[in-house]
């Protein structure tokens, strides 16, 4: 006889055998905060010009070594509801700015971290919210006020220059003076006359063996491939795009050809070959110098395009073949025939050169009316210069965020300790239950100077407390001097260390909204995984 076992009893009974669920402030709330703090002190090491970096191996085995937040986050694939919040949150920030992601993390944290002790006192989680809205409200307010600099002209190089130094310097210190004029001359040689500056316009094209410093920009498009047939250099250039394969047309129907004789097959593939000699020979006397392809050139195509000395270029990937319409201004056609006069892309020189041992092709357009450009990094490992090109990403981002808005607040720390001041300040006025969750508030945003402090191996309550100091003296562009010996003050205007205001802004914002929201949810329900066996993760699985 078989026993019936009851289910458990209250909320679980209702749902499906398997689920669990976790309520109230012990189970949920505290559980969130936890979560989401041990995942703002991974990333929270990794922050600042002397942040660490973090190896990352992802599911398909794949080797990082960055201290960008957006690849660190991008690749865990954390999988705890409460931090894919912030994660969230951080990405927003990502597509919005292109920088500034630990900000987010870390605040978010440091403020989850502060509620935890507001809640032990005995406050509602609705107080807590309600105090940081405020004082969030009130940071925002007093943002625009704390601006130390503006790019007036982004189509000045030093001034763009100067604004771009900081973003890239949290990424590669060292190197910023070197990179922020690459990135500075690769965007303003393609901004647009009008219309919005595109991210997308500015590639990078990585090669190994030699230095970082050996980089360098083309205005135009680099491709890591040989070309196809013999001739390597053509200047200037008319330049035909196709989408498809250059070789013996296949007909569209398929049919039956009875041949009786060797002299009618000869006449068959003569045929063919006339054909296909008929329409290089037509792009040939259409002026046409390079003929680019979304595939392979047959052999017998490859002899005709030597024949009428023509340059051939194979890209494989269709993103590649756009890159290059856009580039020389062509149409890409879908078909091998002639293209007209607007559909022929214009170059100044497309050429075959050789960087260490690694073949490129170079599209390269002279003077400033390209809309395409390329930044070669050189460097000696591949781990290396995809942080740089991360460093790269950056620092593009701050530029299209200058185009938008070219306020910058001091960094260093100094806009992060002036804001807590003012916002204690506040606190200290307001006469309800909130107020010690907007003090709380000035407190977690001390945690970025910590931070920057405990990186660089000093005593962050000294930093602080000095820091703390100097501002009530009224200085308020002064920051933490992670070069100097102890705990030093510098003037972060003066020594050119900028934040974008963009940066700043959105950051505040949704740091705030995503440890609200945290703090609002009172019970986790997780439904019964849906059944089947897992897939095998080995290390050839191509996802």
Not at 12 to 20: H, I, S, T, V, Y
Not at 71 to 86: D, M, Q, Y
Not at 106 to 113: E, R, T
Not at 402 to 413: L, S
């Amino acid at each position: 006889m078989a026993l019936h076992v009851p289910k458990a009893p209250g909320f679980a009974q209702m749902l499906k055998e398997g689920a669990r669920h976790y309520s109230g402030l012990e189970e949920a709330v505290f559980r969130n905060i936890h979560a989401c703090k041990q995942f703002a002190d991974t990333v929270r090491t990794a922050y600042g010009p002397n942040g660490m970096n973090k190896i990352i191996i992802n599911h398909i085995e794949k080797l990082f070594v960055t201290n960008d937040a957006a690849t660190i986050i991008k690749e865990l694939e954390v999988e705890h509801p409460a931090a894919k919040i912030i994660i969230l949150a951080s990405q927003m920030q990502e597509q919005e700015v292109g920088d500034g992601t630990n900000f987010i993390i870390i605040l978010a944290g440091a403020l989850l971290q502060e509620a935890e002790d507001l809640l032990r006192m005995g406050l509602t989680p609705t107080e807590i919210t309600l105090g940081y809205e405020l004082a969030a409200e009130k940071a925002l307010e007093i943002l625009p006020s704390l601006v130390c600099y503006e790019v007036k002209d982004y189509k000045n190089k030093e001034q763009a220059a100067k604004g771009i130094k900081t973003s890239i310097m949290s990424k590669q210190f060292g190197n910023e003076e070197f990179l922020s004029n690459l990135i500075t001359d690769a965007c303003i040689s393609i901004l647009p006359e009008d219309g919005a500056f595109n991210v997308d316009s500015v590639r990078v094209c990585k090669i190994l063996g030699s230095g970082l410093q050996n980089s360098s920009v083309v205005h135009g498009m680099v491709f890591k491939k040989n070309i196809e047939g013999t001739t390597t250099k053509k200047g200037p250039a008319k330049v035909a795009v196709f989408t498809c394969p250059v070789d013996i047309a296949t007909t569209e129907t398929t049919g039956t050809v009875l041949i009786k004789s060797a002299d009618e097959l000869m006449k068959f593939s003569r045929g063919e070959e006339n054909l296909l000699e008929e329409q290089i020979k037509s792009l040939s006397e259409a002026g046409v110098d390079v003929v680019v392809a979304g595939g392979k050139f047959g052999d017998l195509a490859l002899h005709y395009m030597n024949k009428y000395n023509m340059m051939a270029v194979s890209l494989q990937s269709k993103f590649d073949v756009r890159r290059v319409s856009k580039t020389v201004n062509a149409t890409a056609l879908p078909k091998v025939i002639t293209p007209s006069k607007e559909e022929l892309g214009y170059a100044d020189s497309v050429y075959i050169d050789e960087l260490g041992d690694t073949p490129v092709v170079v599209f390269k357009q002279n003077g400033n009316n390209t809309r395409v450009s390329t930044i070669v990094i050189r460097g000696a490992t591949d781990n290396y210069m995809d942080d740089i090109e991360r460093a790269i990403d950056d620092g593009v981002n701050t530029f299209k965020g200058i185009t938008r808005d070219g306020r910058f607040v001091p960094g260093a720390g100094a806009t992060e300790i002036e804001l807590a001041l003012k916002i204690a300040q506040y606190g200290d006025s307001l006469s309800g239950l909130e107020q010690y969750s907007v003090k709380k508030f000035a407190t977690a945003l001390e945690s970025f100077v910590k931070t920057l402090a405990e990186n660089t191996g000093v005593k962050a309550k000294e930093v602080i407390s000095k820091l703390y100091a100097t501002h009530n003296e009224g200085k308020q562009t002064y920051g933490f001097d992670i070069e100097g010996e102890g705990p030093n003050c510098i003037d972060a205007s003066e020594a050119g260390i900028l934040d974008l205001y963009l940066t700043k802004y959105w950051g505040l914002k949704y740091a705030t909204q995503a440890a609200c929201t945290v703090l609002q949810v009172d019970q986790i329900i997780l439904a019964k995984r849906a059944g089947g066996p897992k897939p095998q993760q080995g290390p050839m699985d191509d996802d």
